[in-house]
């Protein structure tokens, strides 16, 4: 396991990527728009992970309620897995809250689920599948 990037609430996308991309020169990979998640992402590499600046496209984006609560700043930590399905048992038969029961397709394409901050001392943690 390890980790595979870090994700950051932002009110705009366009205005941080100055920081990201001016100030400490990291590569601009892609920019997408998860709709089912109500989410845009802005993918960056920086060595051997990536840096995710996640903006709420509505009001209904979880990132839009983080922001409002706590304002910008880290959303969660995202570690890459062999097998999501068996991390989410594996925190089932330890009680751990989940706010995915089934792994869902994020913004990579790839296999992704959430653990609820509760079960995580108050960090949001994300599996990603290899």
């Known amino acids: 396991m390890k980790i595979e990037h870090i994700g950051i609430a932002v009110r705009s996308i366009n205005e941080r ?14 920019i997408k728009e998860v709709p089912d998640q109500n989410v845009k992402v802005a993918v960056l590499e920086c060595g051997a992970l990536h840096v995710e600046l ?8 979880p990132i839009h309620s983080f922001i409002e ?10 570690f890459e897995v062999e097998n999501v399905e068996h991390m989410l048992e594996r925190m089932k038969t330890q009680n751990a809250k989940l706010i995915d029961e089934v792994p869902r397709i994020g913004a990579s394409g790839k296999k992704i689920a959430f653990i609820h901050p509760k079960a995580m001392g108050g960090v949001l943690i994300e599996f990603t599948e290899k």
Do not use: N
Request: glycine share 10%; proline share 0%.
């Open 17 to 30: 990527l100055l920081i990201w991309k001016e100030l400490l020169g990291l590569e601009l990979l892609y």
């Open 54 to 61: 996640l903006e709420a496209v509505d009001d209904k984006s």
């Open 69 to 78: 609560k706590r304002g910008e700043g880290i959303h969660h930590l995202c």
